[in-house]
């Protein structure tokens, strides 16, 4: 009975962030980020001012929380050490996207779209980005990569990572998937 309690009010919160970033992203498409408000996004989906912040702690976190670099960090410590940096963490990003299903909605792509044309959003983007770098250069430091060589192999694999999801965002057509691996295969050739 606890178990099927717990489930319940989990199901419970993930609905309620979805509903919630599915008011804010449809919000942002029709009015612009900068016109749309905290108040607008939490009357759309039904709920309070107060329980938009206990899910997002800003506007902009509802259109660049980034859950992901846990896991690319666990998927780099997988990669054997003998391989260089490079290839451990191109490796590692796609043994991590393979983790993830493909994006079967547009929010993805709609995510991707307002940050990276909204100028108000770019420097939060760009701090979103430089906190998975610092995430991907840990690992490696932590395992005995020299910091130099960890933050390069880090920003040059992220850079082909972030060209691939913003290639993705503006084109119809091929899975985020395909962009991924063709965007690491220009870094780390296989």
Known sequence: MLATNILDVA???????????GAAIALFLEQGFDATTVGQIA?????SE?????YFGSKESAVLDDPYDPMLAAAIAER????????RVAEGIRSAWRRVPEPIDSR??????????????????????????????????????DEFRARVAASACLGALIAALLHWARTEGAPLGDHIERALDVVVAR
């Not at 199901?11 to 970033?21: A, P």
């Open 43 to 47: 009357a759309a989906a039904g709920v």
């Open 108 to 145: 993805t792509r709609d995510r991707i779209r307002i940050a990276s044309t909204t100028p108000s959003l770019r420097g939060s983007m760009w701090s979103n980005n430089a906190a998975t770098e610092a995430v991907i250069a840990a690992q490696l430091i932590a395992d005995g990569v």
């Open 50 to 54: 107060m329980t938009f912040f206990r």
């Open 11 to 21: 199901t419970k919160i993930e609905r309620t962030r979805e509903r919630i970033e």
């Open 80 to 87: 054997p050490l003998s391989e260089s940096p490079l290839a």
